[in-house]
């Protein structure tokens, strides 16, 4: 079946280290992205990717990284310079910018 | 500054009722609306929207767009409890930009 994997679903780490989490997606989309979500907010753009070895910063990037090796993974690191991690994270793809996305499960994030 | 606004942010209504979200926007060069359902993790997509005045509908769902005045409604008709998610609305910006923002979200809670 064809879709977008995040794992793992729920992550705890200690203040000080960095964590990645894993997108992965056999839609075949070139763009992929990773949205922050925090209660009663709504979705807020950390890096998007339009396609391989191309990524771009959103609105809230400062502490995050990414890398886009293979058009199927896009992998999210949250850095010890990240300030206030615990939170929702989704990965999602579409085939374009201008299309409707497709959203993994998310991962949660917790610091502890 | 780009902005989306969802009102209400929470909406407690029982069964058969019908109910009504609002998306309001101001931004720089729209391209597209799009509503997503989300009820517990991964949102999923309901409609999007590109033309003012064309209702989309898809069973007890509609949404119109008003791009004059700046606003969609989604409409649900003879509520379920199934019905219950967070409602998301997005807003497509300028495709050279390939920018997506997101409003906070209606949390709809659908009595038996």
């Known amino acids: 079946d064809g879709g977008i994997t995040q794992s793992p679903k729920y992550l705890f780490r200690k203040e000080g280290q960095n964590v990645t989490l894993s997108c992965e997606q056999n839609?075949?989309?070139?763009?992929m992205y990773w949205y922050r979500q925090d209660p009663g907010q709504g979705l807020r753009l950390i890096y998007y990717?339009?396609?391989?070895?191309?990524?771009q910063k959103g609105d809230i990037a400062e502490g995050y990284s990414v890398s886009r090796e293979k058009k199927e993974s896009f992998p999210l690191t949250v850095t010890s310079a990240q300030k206030n991690p615990t939170a929702f994270y989704l990965c999602a793809s579409s085939i374009d910018r201008r299309g409707r996305a497709f959203f993994g499960q998310g991962t949660r994030l917790t610091v502890v | 500054e780009d902005k989306v606004v969802q009102s209400p942010l929470s909406l407690v209504v029982h069964e058969g009722d019908t109910v009504t979200l609002n998306c309001s926007y101001e931004?720089?060069?729209?391209?597209?609306l799009l509503w997503y359902k989300q009820e517990k993790k991964a949102p999923t997509f309901l409609f999007m929207l590109?033309?003012?005045?064309i209702e989309k509908k898809s069973g007890r769902l509609s949404s119109i767009l008003d791009k004059k005045e700046l606003f969609s409604i989604l409409n649900i008709t003879a509520t379920q409890t199934g019905d219950s998610a967070v409602y998301l609305c997005?807003?497509?910006?300028?495709?050279?930009?390939?920018?997506?923002?997101f409003g906070a979200g209606t949390r709809l809670t659908v009595k038996p």
């Open positions: 839609l075949n989309h070139d763009a």
């Open positions: 990717s339009q396609i391989v070895n191309d990524f």
């Open positions: 997005a807003v497509g910006i300028s495709y050279n930009n390939n920018d997506m923002r």
């Open positions: 931004v720089t060069n729209f391209r597209s």
């Open positions: 590109t033309s003012s005045g």
